[in-house]
């Protein structure tokens, strides 16, 4: 026996399947079964495995990361500093049923660990670098925030103008493309705005202190750092 029926507005697909099934173990006589079709068999047969594949994506980020930096404690910066703000920013609108957490949304969430990370690595590899040139390491992130801004807020503004169509989108197919636009968008902006101020924060509770370069050590000090000369 095959049922369809339509959703009411303001009801997920997920409350709508887990209503159906409360339903059917009282209706339906002993031995029955219920399969799914279409976005419904995908959510219910993907959808628990979304836990799994997020933190396999984190992992993989940070391995990457650590190679990168070849430190595990820079990635360990990087996502604690933007990755958790950006999902529960994200997240918030779905709560307030602007959006609901499908097999789609999910699908961002796991886009957004990737795209929010990039404001992390910009700030923290160029503290690195300010650390190499012997700025201690409070001034090397409070001056890497500093240079960084404009990169971290042009790369924010070019992923949410790139997904802003998402949010709007009509027609067959919208819901999917709302759901996804939607957490990236929402994720990206509430992310860098506080990536800007917590990664420094962690940065400087967490990040090694740095040896100078070797040509920074063969050479004069920084002429920032050179104190007036007696003539």
Known sequence: MRV???IPPGVSLDQALTFLEKESRILLPQGYSIDYAGES???RTEGS???GVFLLSA???YLVLAAQFESFRDPFVILTGSVPLALSGALLFSFLGWTTLNIYSQVGLITLVGLVSKNGILIVEFANKLQEQGRVPLQ???EAAGTRL???LMTTAATVMGHLPLVFATGPGAGARNSIGKMLVTGMIIGTAFTLFVV??????VARTRALAPSTRAGEEPAADLAPAAV
């Open 140 to 142: 090397a992130i409070i």
């Open 4 to 6: 369809q029926g339509v």
């Open 41 to 43: 068999r995908q959510l």
């Open 200 to 205: 420094p924060s962690i940065y400087v509770l």
């Open 59 to 61: 992992i993989l980020i």
């Open 49 to 51: 495995k979304f836990l």
């Open 150 to 152: 404009r990169p971290v």
